[in-house]
């Protein structure tokens, strides 16, 4: 079974502000590159999901919060987001 992480698309795409949140997410991605050779032929993967629903996005006013889950959800192809239980099925390969 792959060994999953999670990193972020603010690791290559950065937003204005949150500044740690980007790092942490280009990080992930990088720790995952080193294992991924080190454990080959095991799969190691990070997964950059976009906007999830969660408390990471408490501290926007509602209007603000609404406006960035409804823009992430009309760029993607089914026209909708998710939750975080919804992506913890679909990593779990």
Request: net charge positive.
């Given at each position: 079974?792959?060994?999953?992480?999670d990193a972020?698309?603010?690791?290559?795409?950065?937003?204005?502000?949150?500044?740690?949140?980007?790092?942490?997410?280009g990080a992930?991605?990088?720790?995952?590159?080193?294992?991924?050779?080190?454990?080959?032929?095991?799969?190691?993967?990070?997964?950059?999901p976009g906007?999830?629903?969660?408390?990471?996005?408490?501290?926007?006013?509602?209007?603000?919060?609404?406006?960035?889950?409804?823009?992430?959800?009309?760029?993607?192809?089914?026209?909708?987001?998710?939750?975080?239980?919804?992506?913890?099925?679909?990593?779990?390969?």
């Amino acid at each position: 079974m792959p060994d999953t992480t999670d990193a972020g698309t603010a690791g290559g795409r950065p937003l204005p502000g949150p500044s740690v949140v980007s790092a942490l997410c280009g990080a992930m991605e990088s720790l995952t590159r080193a294992p991924a050779l080190e454990l080959a032929p095991l799969r190691v993967m990070a997964v950059a999901p976009g906007v999830v629903r969660t408390e990471l996005w408490r501290e926007l006013p509602g209007a603000e919060r609404e406006g960035l889950y409804g823009a992430a959800a009309g760029s993607l192809p089914v026209g909708r987001g998710a939750g975080p239980r919804m992506w913890r099925r679909r990593i779990c390969i």
